[in-house]
């Protein structure tokens, strides 16, 4: 029971370095997103995935991107990572309307020197 | 775009005390309101939820009061014991969009034995 698996937990990147934080869940879910945790301002939303074929922007999507891979798997991608991207990422995942109840992943620790 | 603003930030409570977090909303086009529970260097979990057709929910030692006139709930946590101590995030569905959420800021709770 696996639910939603985040890989890697923790990663230390340099400015300007890119990476992709992986995303899979095998709930069989139709929705994805990707928030970012910053202390005092809650979660985020940094993009998300109503089904599988679709993206779109949430709240702060600027210095990332997102594919929607196939049903199972939502990757986020820093192209130019930056120190303002220091953060804690967490995906979750919704069967259908997803104010019923995300699940979320355990989280990618992310820093940026 | 929907905000939810939660207070307080941070709450200390004595083994037994009632611990009160409290939330407020600006619009929603869907009534339900949850609350997740994270505990460190985990991902939120739903803890409790609540559809306003009631102005009140109670599961265990847990309750939601919402007011709708006021744009406002808040969680209750009677005889809070240090298993509690976690970050409570309370959640709006984002407006016109019914399947994301929108966050509180959050709510570090420490319950001291």
């Known amino acids: 029971n696996a639910g939603v698996t985040q890989t890697p937990k923790f990663q230390v990147l340099k400015t300007g370095q890119s990476m992709t934080l992986q995303c899979a869940q095998d709930?069989?879910?139709?929705?994805m997103y990707w928030y970012r945790q910053d202390p005092g301002m809650g979660l985020r939303l940094i993009y998300y995935?109503?089904?599988?074929?679709?993206?779109d922007k949430g709240e702060v999507p600027n210095g990332y991107n997102v594919s929607r891979l196939n049903k199972r798997e939502f990757s986020l991608r820093l192209e130019s990572a930056a120190p303002s991207q220091t953060s804690v990422y967490f995906c979750?995942?919704?069967?259908?309307?997803?104010?019923?109840?995300?699940?979320f992943g355990s989280g990618t620790r992310l820093t940026v020197v | 775009q929907q905000q939810v603003k939660q207070s307080p930030q941070s709450l200390i409570v004595q083994k037994g005390g009632i611990s009160i977090i409290n939330c407020a909303y600006e619009?929603?086009?869907?009534?339900?309101f949850p609350w997740y529970q994270q505990f460190p260097g985990k991902g939120p979990a739903l803890l409790i939820a609540i559809r306003p057709d009631v102005s009140e929910k109670k599961e265990g030692r847990f309750t939601i009061s919402f007011n709708k006139s006021a744009k406002q709930f808040s969680l209750h946590i009677m005889d809070s014991q240090p298993g509690d101590s976690a970050t409570y995030f309370c959640a709006a569905p984002t407006y016109n969009a019914g399947n994301m959420l929108t966050f509180g800021g959050g709510t570090r709770l420490m319950v001291k034995p």
């Open positions: 709930m069989n879910h139709n929705s």
């Open positions: 619009n929603t086009a869907f009534d339900y």
């Open positions: 995935s109503a089904s599988e074929g679709t993206t």
């Open positions: 979750a995942s919704s069967e259908g309307w997803g104010i019923y109840g995300y699940t």
